[in-house]
């Protein structure tokens, strides 16, 4: 912060930012409690799960590791190197219509609970 007898303190870019990303976090954070809460988060991982599996990626995602455990050899593939190959093709595989359905659930749960 640039202090001065004749101006007052100013914020440089990199503590707006840092105030910025910690607001953010903070929001996020109320929005996850609210969610927890009134039980909409359970709902929501619910909605997701059923999703996922109506449209064929659990399945996608079940071969995707059948798939890797046969090429590696099952003795020598371990849960947490499966969870590592598997997470990034499992997260950018996700069909938009189920993460647009997500967002639009939260965005009227954010909208009714007024926060």
């Given at each position: 912060?640039?202090?001065?007898?004749?101006?007052?303190?100013?914020?440089?870019?990199?503590?707006?930012?840092?105030?910025?990303?910690?607001?953010?976090?903070?929001?996020?954070?109320?929005?996850?409690?609210?969610?927890?809460?009134?039980?909409?988060k359970e709902n929501l991982m619910e909605l997701v799960r059923d999703r996922l599996?109506?449209?064929?990626?659990?399945?996608?995602?079940?071969?995707?590791?059948?798939?890797?455990?046969?090429?590696?050899?099952?003795?020598?593939?371990?849960?947490?190197?499966?969870?590592?190959?598997?997470?990034?093709?499992?997260?950018?595989?996700?069909?938009?219509?189920?993460?647009?359905?997500?967002?639009?659930?939260?965005?009227?749960?954010?909208?009714?609970?007024?926060?």
């Amino acid at each position: 912060m640039n202090h001065s007898v004749n101006r007052s303190p100013t914020l440089d870019e990199d503590d707006a930012a840092d105030d910025f990303e910690k607001d953010e976090v903070t929001l996020r954070e109320v929005i996850n409690i609210k969610l927890v809460e009134s039980g909409e988060k359970e709902n929501l991982m619910e909605l997701v799960r059923d999703r996922l599996v109506e449209c064929g990626w659990k399945d996608e995602m079940r071969i995707a590791c059948r798939e890797h455990v046969k090429k590696k050899g099952r003795k020598d593939v371990t849960v947490d190197e499966l969870i590592r190959v598997i997470t990034p093709k499992g997260r950018a595989s996700v069909p938009d219509s189920v993460k647009a359905e997500l967002l639009n659930r939260i965005q009227n749960f954010i909208v009714s609970a007024a926060l």
